[in-house]
Structures are given as structure tokens and as C-alpha cells.
């Protein structure tokens, strides 16, 4: 399994896949390049977008300030954009949840 990361100028951007109101938060696989994520919030609001933020800095151990949502504000892909943090440390800490 490889995730879709681009480097960016201080930092690199992800493509995920958010499944909302989801029994558990949880990490559940790639497709096609994409980070598979399970949310418990629903999709109403903005609240999934706020809750996959916070999902992501918390497995990733960076401030949700480093983390900002550049496409996909109503559509179940999205791609973020993650400050201070190289694609290799992202592939780390993510994949790692996955084994």
C-alpha cells in the first residue's frame, strides 16, 4: 500500500477518502493512491471536515493548524495540505496504523 504524497514547499499534500458517520474514527485502508478514513461525524456543516482534521493531527502528532483542506470541501475526496511534515514521516505514521 503507497499514499498519494505530493511535496510541497514546507511540508506535502495528501489525497484522502473520508467515510462520515462511520461507527469508529478509524484508518481503514488506501484506494488508488488515497488514505481510506472513517469517521464517526456526520457530513453536515463542515463538522466531517473539522473532525478529519483533528482525526489527522492527532495520528500525526502536529497542531490541526498544520493541516489545512485545500480540495473537496463537500465531496468525499479531499486533499490536504500538511505544513512541516515530509511525505516520508507522513507514510510512517500512517501506514503504521494500517499494519
Do not use: W, Y
Not at 20 to 43: E, F, M, V
Not at 94 to 99: A, G, M, Q, V, W
Request: a positive charge; one cysteine or more; aromatic letters at 2%.
Amino acid at each position: 500500500m503507497s499514499l498519494s504524497l505530493r511535496n510541497a514547499p514546507g511540508g506535502c499534500t495528501l489525497t484522502v477518502r473520508v467515510h462520515p458517520g462511520a461507527r469508529r474514527n478509524a484508518i481503514t485502508g488506501t484506494h488508488d493512491g488515497a488514505l481510506k478514513i472513517s469517521l464517526t461525524t456526520p457530513p453536515t456543516d463542515g463538522r466531517a471536515n473539522a473532525a478529519l482534521i483533528a482525526f489527522l493531527a492527532g495520528q500525526l502528532k502536529i497542531p490541526r493548524g498544520q493541516i489545512t483542506l485545500l480540495t473537496g470541501a463537500t465531496s468525499r475526496s479531499k486533499t490536504l495540505r500538511l505544513d512541516g511534515i515530509s511525505p516520508d514521516e507522513v507514510n510512517a505514521a500512517l501506514l503504521s496504523e494500517l499494519s
